[in-house]
């Protein structure tokens, strides 16, 4: 059932009085006493709407998207039942809110709002499940705010509701859209187009707008079953959601495979649609709301509202003489700096996982090509020669030869990770001094020592017994038979003639098995050099990925202090620059200097936004289609 609906069971932990609020609450907390301090009760309301809906465990998940795009489609799949009302009938304009029931039901949202910052007083009435299509078609135009369905399902009972976005003007869709946010109280949004086209201007827009008000936004490609080169429109829009600097989860997904999936019970075609990864997602977005889309949330919260309150500010401090141009050019080259800084980090972060993984894969490749090279020459020169008469030279030739391919593929990774770390060096910018570690691993210098002898394994070989014993088995065939021929002429049984045949068979059979017997030696050999070459290859393959495991981290800790050590004196300037400025202002008014005060107050709840928000949900693994 786990393939079909994702439910989640709710972890117990031990209450605990004294411990700390977390820090996302206190940031919303602050923020909202700031506002009212400041005579802003709109954003008082709107950061304690935000406030309650974070503490909610219920995660509420706004599908948006044009019409015939797929969202009914999409979310009936997702649920496996006919919940919205798909087909050729024009759109309902009524929004549909799809949450956990222990059995179905419907409700109609009854209420009036002239703006979407003011929450409307509802009105909850109940409505038979059947025939709920036709009564939102005829509540267009009324007081229904929106419709509240019910369903038994394991995925909405682990604290998932799904909102159905309708009627959205896309001539001006930023507002609509966050409209029917405030008004279902979303937490974030899943927006869903097609995956026969790019995404359009107009949607990188709304996406853009999307992605600075709701964290873990995700974008489904519907149609993929129509759609025969859906990962490369999938590839094209993630780049152009890079370009725009949206921060979104890509999903290719087929609602049609994934409703035959459901009623054939196939798990295959399941996969196919992709509605596995658009599950797992939904879980891990429920699971963590609290730890990871909470403080994303009320960081962006409280970025918007402090923005709102910098604006006033400033505009109020417009009148007194500005700033030293000297002081402000600084805070604003440490500001860029620091943004440079940001960026520079992700490159090289990127730079190093991508370079590593590159390297495993080359390593293992020459290591196991050049093993197979010097197992070919093992079976020619055993072919060749027989192992009991030249063991020696063919055991010394065998040691050096693993010996040189140990070196020269260690040596190779020695000059791939040095010219690895100076690839990620280049990430950063010309003037950050950044250079290379001085790092070598042991394993590098002592690997081709540690690698062992081949035994000599036992040979068989014909001793003078065995082959007087397949000289006489030979020879009595030939003696018998000449015999009885000669015996025709009037000869005895033994003569000169059978004796001489005899001698004959005796020797043939002393080299056939004289062949045979070496047949089996070089089979032997082979056979023990094959199992040496693969506990080599084993030995320095473990020896090339722990190297690589330990570059890894040692530059990984090197860059990382680099850039901490970088960005302490980027922010050293910054104060530097900041504190020439407040001594600068503390010759103002009263009114200048509480002003910059309070300024300096919002700075710093802004900078603990910006780290909040910065935090969002992680992307799940890269979806690669169902043939990959």
């Known amino acids: ?38 005579e802003r009760p709109d954003l008082v309301r709107r950061l304690g709407r ?60 009854h209420g009036r709002a002239s703006r979407f910052e003011d929450e409307p007083r509802e009105d909850r009435r109940p409505v038979p499940v059947e025939g709920l299509a036709e009564r939102l078609g005829g509540a ?98 993630r780049r152009l959601l890079q370009n725009a600097g ?25 996969a196919e649609s992709g509605f596995g990864h658009l599950v797992a997602y939904l879980r891990e977005l429920a699971s963590g709301k609290s730890e990871r889309l909470a403080p994303a949330a009320s960081g962006l919260a409280a ?35 620091l943004e440079e800084l940001r960026r520079c980090t992700a490159r090289w972060q990127y730079t190093l996982a991508d370079e590593v993984a590159d390297l495993v894969s080359e390593i293992e490749y020459d290591l196991r090509d050049r093993t197979r090279t010097v197992l070919r020459r093992a079976e020619e020169s055993l072919d060749a020669e027989d192992p009991a008469r030249n063991w020696r030279s063919f055991a010394e030739w065998l040691d050096g030869s693993l010996r040189d391919t140990a070196e020269a593929n260690l040596g190779q990774l020695a000059e791939r990770l040095a010219g690895l ?32 002898h081949l035994d000599r394994p036992a040979l068989d070989r014909l001793s003078i017994g065995q082959k007087v014993f397949t000289g006489l088995r030979g020879s009595y065939g030939g003696v018998l038979m000449f015999g009885l021929a000669t015996g025709l002429a009037g000869m005895p049984l033994i003569n000169p003639v059978s004796l001489g045949a005899g001698a004959l068979f005796a020797g043939k059979s002393i080299r056939d098995e004289s062949r045979s017997a070496r047949t089996r030696r070089q089979a032997t050999v082979k056979l023990a050099v094959q199992r040496h070459v693969d506990d080599i290859f084993t030995r320095l393959n473990k020896d090339a990925k722990d190297t690589i495991r330990q570059a890894q981290r040692a530059l990984r800790g090197h860059f990382t202090e680099l850039s901490e050590q970088r960005q302490q004196e980027i922010v050293e300037s910054a104060r530097h620059a900041q504190r020439a400025v407040d001594d600068d202002a503390a010759v103002r008014e009263h009114r200048a200097r509480h002003i910059q005060r309070e300024l300096a107050q919002l700075a710093g709840l802004y900078r603990q936004a910006t780290a909040l928000s910065a935090g969002r949900p992680a992307p799940i693994p890269a979806q690669r289609g169902p043939s990959a």
């Open 1 to 38: 059932m786990d393939i079909w609906e994702a439910g989640l069971e709710a972890q117990s932990r031990p209450a605990s009085p004294r411990a700390p609020q977390p820090r996302w609450l206190d940031l919303l907390e602050r923020t909202t006493r700031i506002c009212a301090d400041h």
């Open 140 to 237: 267009a135009g009324g007081d229904v705010l929106y419709a509240e369905i019910g369903l038994p399902r394991a995925l909405l009972a682990g604290g998932l509701a799904l909102i159905e976005a309708t009627g959205v003007d896309w001539s001006d869709p930023a507002p609509a859209v966050a409209g029917i946010a405030a008004l279902t109280r979303a937490d974030t949004v899943l927006f869903v187009t097609e995956a026969t086209r790019e995404l359009s201007a107009t949607e990188l827009g709304v996406l853009a707008d999307l992605g600075r008000t709701y964290p873990g936004l995700a974008v489904a490609l519907t149609k993929t079953d129509l759609t025969p080169d859906w990962r490369g429109v999938l590839e094209r829009n």
């Open 421 to 452: 770390a100076e690839r990620v060096a280049a990430e950063f910018p010309p003037g950050a001094g950044a250079y290379p570690p001085q790092w070598t691993s042991p394993r590098l210098r002592d690997a081709p020592g540690r690698l062992g």
């Open 303 to 337: 970025r918007t509202a402090l923005e709102d309150l910098a604006v006033a500010l400033r505009a109020e401090q417009s009148a007194p003489r500005p700033n030293p141009p000297d002081a402000m050019s600084r805070v604003h080259a440490a500001q860029r700096a």
């Open 246 to 270: 949206v921060p979104a989860v890509l999903l290719g997904l087929s609602a049609a495979l994934r409703l035959h999936a459901v009623a054939t019970g196939d798990q295959a075609l399941n």
């Open 50 to 109: 935000r406030r309650a809906r974070l503490l909610d465990p219920q995660l509420r998940v706004m599908v948006v998207g044009e019409a015939g795009r797929g969202k009914s489609r999409l979310i009936n799949a997702l649920l496996g039942a006919e919940v919205c009302p798909v087909g050729d009938d024009p759109p309902q304009s009524v929004t549909m809110v799809v949450q956990h029931a222990s059995a179905p039901g419907a409700h109609l949202i």
